[in-house]
């Protein structure tokens, strides 16, 4: 059988999207850092304007240095083009922005990042847009969710915080069913580990502070068009299949039936919400993506590790890792991630909310703070951060419980990282002694 | 704009301006496994500059009905029933890939119909690997990936695209993707079968220019020749190379393409 060539995650980690600058030969990525682009004539100008010609208007719209990451991660995610935005959350809504206005309905996992969850409880209804919640492993309750105005389903790959594991190509084929497209936060997996459109999926967002960047250093977020998705038979995306008065009377499906989201997203959300990311912050993600899936194995190592200790713990009485058997995500899993589920995990401390604390206290490698998927491990009690607007019974159900911990496994050493953890746990358990 | 031609609806694409028949009319014509959609900044730019654009989906392609034409004799046919249709009398062709074999025999044909004549990657014969034709029979994700890899020149293998955040290789995927199922198969295997091309191009008697891709391993420079030759014994041609541009020139190198086209359709 003839093979053809087509190049593999690593080696477009490094390259794609870039190829040494025409000027100087940079082979680095050069950050361009300028508002504006001069153009050589009116004529050109009012081109660049209209879409006859390829190129940089205005910053807050594209930036060459922005449109190497784009271009990087559509390349890694197999997507016909990407938007790099000021954050996650800014990916998410420009995401929901561009499909759909005020009446339109959401159906999305109620295992969320604490972010997601409060645009989608608590802002997004002011705008008319509203959010039905169902258990991500319960299929039916996806299908009972279904309203005629549902206009998107959303899901993580791997459900923050309890860890569930989306089955995308079942929830995929429920909203195609639906005629709404399926979109993916795929912040905890990134492309090394899960590559959401080929499992169906329809467009695909990251949170690029985390593994993306790596570092802790950038905030970003990209949110990515599979292509795949056909406006034109759903029928039910106007902003995509209908002429746009504020775009030169455009119909985005026509003028691309493959990228009309990826143009629309552009070209209106960036144009007039302009949560653009800042070329710096595009190129230390872009440094961080170059080693992306050599770290991608060294947190998932680390992290079965870790999970496999805390797990034989007496003091821990459950951990939510999808790479343990003991999780109920494990089986699938192996079918959809398997080179690993990330590094990110839960677990139940005996002792409650008292316990945790002197854990986390106890702690002296791992950083006590509301983020993921940095180089250095971190730590972090959701129910007194990053979910504490939830109720208890949105706790509950999202899997939070009073003494839940999240990790978030880095790259130290494990010998390190699990003398941290043991220190931390013995701390906890003289809670339990003097109690 | 959807017409209807034979019975079938077929949609036009006009570059983002209504159609006005008063104007000078460029028809695009797309390639194997293709629509009009690849013709986009081309389209946009001529019909913001004095061109009325017409770039159909061909019939079976993207959103026009009708059964897929099985020869580019029979293609050659239909933009005819086109400019019919379209009440277009003279129209430039500018074609790509398969759609340069397309122009070439329309204007074999119907001398009278075509002011000019643009073959972007065109080359005849054009034979077809029998690797790729089977794997357009037999599985299209392979035959996609060959057509990517012989499509984009090594520089823009790894992207860097002009068009700020797309993946260009990726786009061209989907849009083959986006295509019914046996579509690249039979339009591969009309290229393969097309045998007269030399002989029309003895007979095209319009200004013709032929576009090549200096990098361009699908439609090779090289085989670029004969073609050139039988052309040249009727008609004025010109020969523009783009540099480092590999058969996806709409795309790699959209601007010096359309530049090209448009310089060649402003010569005296």
Same mark, same amino acid.
């Given at each position: 059988?003839?093979?053809?060539?087509?190049?593999?995650?690593?080696?477009?980690?490094?390259?794609?999207?870039?190829?040494?600058?025409?000027?100087?030969?940079?082979?680095?990525?050069?950050?361009?850092?300028?508002?504006? %682009?001069?153009?050589?004539?009116?004529?050109?100008?009012?081109?660049?304007?209209?879409?006859?010609?390829?190129?940089?208007?205005?910053?807050?719209?594209?930036?060459?240095?922005?449109?190497?990451?784009?271009?990087?991660?559509?390349?890694?995610?197999?997507?016909?083009?990407?938007?790099?935005?000021?954050?996650?959350?800014?990916?998410?809504?420009?995401?929901?922005?561009?499909?759909?206005?005020?009446? /339109?309905?959401?159906?999305?996992?109620?295992?969320?990042?604490?972010?997601?969850?409060?645009?989608?409880? %608590?802002?997004?209804?002011?705008?008319?847009?509203?959010?039905?919640?169902?258990?991500?492993?319960?299929?039916?309750?996806?299908?009972?969710?279904?309203?005629?105005?549902?206009?998107?389903?959303?899901?993580?790959?791997?459900?923050?915080?309890?860890?569930?594991?989306?089955?995308?190509?079942?929830?995929?084929?429920?909203?195609?069913?639906?005629?709404?497209?399926?979109?993916?936060?795929?912040?905890?997996?990134?492309?090394?580990?899960?590559?959401?459109?080929?499992?169906?999926?329809?467009?695909?967002?990251?949170?690029?502070?985390?593994?993306?960047?790596?570092?802790?250093?950038?905030?970003?977020?990209?949110?990515?068009?599979?292509?795949?998705?056909?406006?034109?038979?759903?029928?039910?995306?106007?902003?995509?299949?209908?002429?746009?008065?504020?775009?030169?009377?455009?119909?985005?499906?026509?003028?691309?039936?493959?990228?009309?989201?990826?143009?629309?997203? !552009?070209?209106?959300?960036?144009?007039?919400?302009?949560?653009?990311?800042?070329?710096?912050?595009?190129?230390?993600?872009?440094?961080?993506?170059?080693?992306?899936? *050599?770290?991608?194995?060294?947190?998932?190592?680390?992290?079965?590790?870790?999970?496999?200790?805390?797990?034989?713990?007496? *003091?821990?009485?459950?951990?939510? %890792?999808?790479?343990?058997?003991?999780?109920?995500?494990?089986?699938?899993?192996?079918?959809?991630?398997?080179?690993?589920?990330?590094?990110?995990?839960?677990?139940?401390?005996?002792?409650?909310?008292?316990?945790?604390?002197?854990? &986390?206290?106890?702690?002296?490698?791992?950083?006590?703070?509301?983020?993921?998927?940095?180089?250095?491990?971190?730590?972090?009690?959701?129910?007194?951060?990053?979910?504490?607007?939830?109720?208890?019974?949105?706790?509950?159900?999202?899997?939070?419980?009073?003494?839940?911990?999240?990790?978030?496994?880095?790259?130290?050493?494990?010998?390190?990282?699990?003398?941290?953890?043991?220190?931390?746990?013995?701390?906890?358990?003289?809670? *339990?002694?003097?109690? | 704009?959807?017409?209807?031609?034979?019975?079938?609806?077929?949609?036009?694409?006009?570059?983002?301006?209504?159609?006005?028949?008063?104007?000078?009319?460029?028809?695009?014509?797309?390639?194997?496994?293709?629509?009009?959609?690849?013709?986009?900044?081309?389209?946009?730019?001529?019909?913001?500059?004095?061109?009325?654009?017409?770039?159909?989906?061909?019939?079976?392609?993207?959103?026009?009905?009708?059964? *897929?034409?099985?020869?580019?004799?029979?293609?050659?046919?239909?933009?005819?029933?086109?400019?019919?249709?379209?009440?277009?009398?003279?129209?430039?062709?500018?074609?790509?890939?398969?759609?340069?074999?397309?122009?070439?025999?329309?204007?074999?044909?119907?001398?009278? #119909?075509?002011? #000019?004549?643009?073959?972007?990657?065109?080359?005849?014969?054009?034979?077809?690997? /029998?690797?790729?034709?089977?794997?357009?029979?037999?599985? !299209?994700?392979?035959?996609?990936?060959? &057509?990517?890899?012989?499509?984009?020149?090594?520089?823009?293998?790894?992207?860097?695209?002009?068009?700020?955040?797309?993946?260009?290789?990726?786009?061209?995927?989907?849009?083959?993707?986006?295509?019914?199922?046996?579509?690249?198969?039979?339009?591969?295997?009309?290229?393969?079968?097309?045998?007269?091309?030399?002989?029309?191009?003895? !007979?095209?008697?319009?200004?013709?220019?032929?576009?090549?891709?200096?990098?361009?391993?699908?439609?090779?420079?090289?085989?670029?020749?004969?073609?050139?030759?039988?052309?040249?014994?009727?008609?004025?041609?010109?020969?523009?190379?783009?540099?480092?541009?590999?058969?996806?020139?709409?795309?790699?190198?959209?601007?010096?393409?359309?530049?090209?086209?448009?310089?060649?359709?402003?010569?005296?």
């Amino acid at each position: 059988m003839t093979q053809a060539k087509t190049f593999q995650t690593e080696t477009l980690a490094l390259h794609a999207g870039q190829s040494p600058d025409a000027g100087f030969g940079a082979r680095a990525t050069p950050i361009y850092y300028t508002t504006s %682009y001069v153009f050589p004539d009116s004529d050109h100008a009012a081109a660049l304007f209209n879409l006859e010609r390829p190129g940089h208007v205005y910053s807050r719209i594209s930036n060459p240095t922005n449109a190497v990451l784009e271009e990087r991660i559509a390349a890694l995610e197999g997507g016909v083009g990407a938007i790099a935005t000021a954050s996650g959350q800014a990916a998410l809504h420009l995401a929901i922005a561009t499909l759909m206005g005020a009446g /339109s309905h959401i159906v999305a996992s109620r295992a969320l990042y604490g972010g997601s969850h409060n645009l989608l409880t %608590y802002t997004l209804p002011r705008f008319g847009i509203t959010t039905t919640f169902v258990d991500p492993c319960d299929t039916d309750a996806w299908v009972r969710a279904i309203r005629p105005e549902t206009r998107l389903f959303f899901g993580e790959s791997i459900g923050n915080p309890g860890l569930d594991v989306l089955d995308i190509p079942a929830v995929a084929q429920i909203a195609h069913d639906a005629r709404v497209p399926l979109l993916i936060d795929a912040t905890l997996v990134t492309p090394c580990l899960q590559q959401p459109f080929a499992l169906g999926a329809d467009l695909v967002l990251h949170s690029a502070t985390k593994f993306l960047g790596g570092h802790g250093v950038a905030v970003g977020g990209l949110l990515v068009d599979g292509g795949r998705f056909d406006w034109e038979a759903s029928g039910l995306f106007p902003t995509l299949t209908e002429p746009y008065d504020g775009f030169h009377g455009m119909d985005f499906a026509e003028e691309s039936p493959v990228a009309a989201f990826a143009l629309r997203a !552009r070209r209106e959300g960036l144009r007039d919400f302009g949560a653009c990311l800042s070329p710096m912050n595009a190129f230390q993600i872009l440094q961080g993506m170059e080693t992306l899936p *050599l770290r991608m194995h060294a947190h998932v190592a680390n992290a079965q590790t870790v999970a496999e200790h805390l797990l034989a713990h007496p *003091l821990v009485q459950k951990v939510s %890792y999808p790479g343990l058997p003991t999780h109920p995500g494990h089986a699938l899993a192996q079918t959809l991630l398997p080179q690993g589920c990330g590094s990110v995990m839960s677990f139940e401390l005996q002792g409650g909310r008292t316990a945790g604390r002197a854990f &986390i206290e106890g702690l002296r490698v791992f950083s006590h703070l509301a983020n993921v998927g940095d180089a250095k491990s971190l730590v972090i009690h959701p129910a007194s951060t990053t979910h504490f607007r939830m109720t208890d019974e949105d706790l509950a159900s999202a899997g939070i419980g009073e003494g839940t911990i999240r990790l978030s496994i880095g790259l130290e050493n494990a010998t390190d990282l699990i003398e941290d953890l043991d220190r931390g746990l013995h701390a906890a358990g003289r809670t *339990l002694k003097k109690g | 704009m959807l017409r209807t031609i034979s019975g079938h609806p077929v949609f036009v694409y006009t570059g983002g301006r209504p159609f006005d028949p008063q104007r000078p009319v460029i028809v695009f014509i797309h390639g194997a496994g293709h629509d009009h959609s690849v013709w986009n900044f081309q389209a946009r730019h001529f019909a913001h500059h004095g061109y009325s654009v017409v770039a159909p989906d061909l019939p079976g392609h993207g959103n026009s009905g009708g059964a *897929l034409l099985a020869s580019i004799e029979a293609v050659a046919d239909w933009i005819v029933s086109l400019l019919d249709e379209m009440r277009i009398a003279q129209a430039s062709l500018v074609g790509h890939s398969m759609g340069s074999l397309v122009a070439l025999q329309t204007a074999a044909q119907a001398p009278e #119909r075509v002011r #000019r004549l643009v073959l972007v990657g065109g080359v005849a014969p054009m034979p077809v690997a /029998s690797s790729l034709l089977d794997a357009a029979r037999t599985n !299209r994700d392979l035959a996609h990936s060959m &057509i990517n890899q012989w499509s984009y020149a090594p520089a823009s293998q790894f992207g860097a695209s002009a068009s700020p955040g797309m993946c260009l290789t990726n786009v061209n995927r989907r849009i083959m993707e986006h295509q019914a199922e046996g579509v690249l198969a039979s339009d591969l295997a009309a290229c393969n079968a097309y045998a007269q091309g030399l002989d029309a191009a003895a !007979r095209v008697r319009c200004p013709t220019a032929m576009i090549c891709g200096e990098r361009d391993q699908m439609t090779p420079m090289r085989a670029a020749a004969a073609l050139r030759e039988a052309l040249s014994t009727t008609a004025r041609t010109r020969i523009i190379t783009i540099p480092g541009a590999g058969h996806a020139m709409m795309a790699e190198t959209p601007e010096i393409l359309t530049d090209s086209i448009r310089g060649f359709l402003l010569e005296e």
